[in-house]
């Protein structure tokens, strides 16, 4: 099937010289969850800024549906309608005065009606757990509700593919799990979710799929329940293992716990425990 989001064979260079990544290649299937990990400086957000056409390839393509991206500016605004990038820090992506005006700008520029701009900026609003705060001014918001008011306004847009940067860095626990809720649902929806993220044992707890980005190129990419390809390579890329999987080890070498499939977060562990 062909990916909805692909990199082939891309080189992308900073204007100051920096190679920030050579001979890429990734493909995203459509409707899966993807997570990428990598080291600061890997990569990551650089790929993202190629995959919604903020930046160009110096070498290679970026394809969305199979198609190569075309970069006039009428192309460009129909890509980022079907490809929404969350990005890592909230500063540069919120600039109207309140959160609700900053959620309805890209509803407004679709041209939808006011019914519906107002609609899908209720939904955004409530998803997120900020319609309380949708007439505070940005500025006067912390950085959670920040980091979530950006994941609002790329919600509104109802993309086919939701990109997020580090969307977990900066909300508290609970307010992780409950973004870990929300990207769970939209995945039910069909969505393609792709994300970056330091937290390992996020990255698999919530991932289908796992690609490692080390110095700009691909280090590992696999399914995160694939567990034995995980422990071949993680340690070599100096990367830890998830917990649940070395736990899970440990137990199997003491007869503790059935399967050959590991468990992919606590509550799961829990309950093969208990079965
Ligand atoms: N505007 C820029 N100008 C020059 N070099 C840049 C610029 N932005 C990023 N880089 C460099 O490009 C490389 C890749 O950076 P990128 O931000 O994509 O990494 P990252 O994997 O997202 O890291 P982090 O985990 O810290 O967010 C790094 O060497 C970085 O220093
Ligand atoms: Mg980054």
């Known amino acids: 099937m062909t990916p909805v989001l692909e990199v ?11 190679r920030a990544l050579q001979a890429l290649s990734l493909g995203f299937a ?27 390839p110096g070498q290679g393509a970026v394809l969305f549906a199979g198609e190569p ?17 969350v990005f890592q820090d909230p500063d540069t992506q919120l600039f109207s005065a309140s959160i609700r005006e900053d959620i309805s700008f890209g509803p407004v520029n679709l041209g939808l009606t006011r019914d519906a701009v107002s609609q899908r900026v209720t939904t955004a609003l ?15 918001l912390s950085y959670g ?14 993309p086919e593919v939701l990109i997020l940067d580090e969307p977990t860095a900066g909300l508290d626990p609970p307010m992780a799990a409950e973004l870990l809720v929300l990207l769970n649902g939209l995945h039910q929806q069909g969505i393609t979710v792709i994300l970056a993220t330091h937290d390992i044992d996020f990255a698999f707890s919530w991932a289908d799929d796992i690609g490692v980005l080390q110095k700009g190129t691909l280090a590992f990419s696999g399914a995160a329940d ?17 917990w649940v999987y070395e736990v899970f080890r440990q ?3 003491q ?13 799961e562990l829990l309950a093969r425990l208990q079965a």
């Open 8 to 18: 082939r064979d891309v080189a992308f260079n900073y204007p100051d010289g920096t």
């Open 30 to 56: 459509r409707g899966r969850r993807t997570a990428l990990l990598g080291r600061n400086g890997a990569g990551k957000s650089t790929l993202f800024a190629l995959l919604n056409g903020i930046e160009r």
């Open 69 to 85: 991206l075309a970069y006039d500016r009428g192309s460009l605004r129909r890509l980022r309608r079907q490809v929404g990038v």
């Open 126 to 140: 409530s998803a997120v757990g900020l319609t309380d705060l949708a007439d505070r001014p940005t500025h006067a």
């Open 145 to 158: 509700e920040k980091k979530r008011a950006c994941i609002a306004g790329v919600l509104a847009m109802e």
């Open 226 to 242: 694939d567990i034995e390809a995980v422990e071949r390579c993680f340690p070599q890329l100096g990367l830890e293992l998830p």
């Open 251 to 253: 137990l199997q070498s």
């Open 255 to 267: 007869g503790a716990i059935r399967g050959d499939q590991p468990p992919r977060s606590r509550a």
